[in-house]
């Protein structure tokens, strides 16, 4: 099936209400303009410096997503274009983005990564870490970042019950913490689902899913 075909099956099945990221790393430029040619502008990459050559090589009105994790030393190559940063973990991180936002005069809308997953390879924090952090007066200084929501990784298996437990405790923390509304925090975005498990995402609360190999196909990291 084509790049266009997937889109549109994909498409086709979302509520409105759910975005699609379009997950594109690892993936060449030619393949992005297929999807963009379709009229598609949510794309995802999870390495600072491919977002940056891709998005020097294509149209500017693309949303660029960083649903990788993120270095803080790296920050400021993205910080004059990134649309949302999803995988936010940690304090140093967010006021480093903060910083880099302000210098470009922007206000980068985050979603803080909550750990749902049963393997240690997953990066994220805990909801009350979460909650911790939204409820700091360090945090209510940052002018120049927004907390829109949160985002998390399942763990890599079949079984679903275990993967609607995790979304399910993502969804729970996510209406909990909906409370919290501040200037620079106010949460709508859900970021949960990827190709494997999108539906299941959505069933459970997502709002936002970033799918990748079910649209470009499988990827190869050997080359
Ligand atoms: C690669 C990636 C995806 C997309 O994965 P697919 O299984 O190809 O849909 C989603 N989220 C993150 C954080 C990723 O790194």
Redesign the pocket.
């Known amino acids: 099936m084509s790049i266009e075909q997937n889109l549109n099956n994909i498409k086709s099945q979302l509520p409105e209400q759910v975005t699609l990221v379009a997950?594109s790393?690892t993936k060449p430029v030619s393949d992005i303009l297929v999807a963009y040619n379709t009229g598609h502008r949510v794309f995802?990459e999870?390495k600072i410096q491919e977002m940056v050559e891709k998005s020097q090589e294509l149209p500017n009105d693309i949303e660029w997503h960083m649903?990788?994790h993120v270095q803080r030393n790296k920050v400021k190559y993205m910080a004059s274009f990134v649309k949302l940063i999803?995988?936010v973990n940690n304090f140093k991180l967010l006021k480093e983005i903060n910083k880099q936002a302000l210098k470009h005069d922007r206000v980068i809308n985050c979603l803080l990564q909550i750990k749902i997953a049963d393997e240690d390879s997953k990066f994220g924090m805990t909801a009350n870490d979460a909650q911790n952090i939204l409820q700091s007066s360090e945090f209510s200084d940052l002018q120049n970042i927004k907390i829109i929501g949160l985002m998390g990784?399942a763990s890599f298996t079949d079984d679903e019950a275990q993967l609607k437990a995790e979304f399910n405790h993502l969804h729970n923390a996510f209406v909990s913490l909906k409370s919290l509304k501040t200037k620079n925090c106010h949460l709508k975005t859900l970021s949960m689902g990827?190709?494997?498990d999108y539906l299941l995402a959505i069933a459970c609360g997502s709002t936002m899913v970033?799918?990748?190999?079910?649209i470009f196909g499988t990827?190869n990291y050997s080359i």
């Open positions: 997950v790393k995802g999870n649903i990788g999803h995988g990784m990827m190709s494997g970033r799918i990748g190999s079910s990827r």
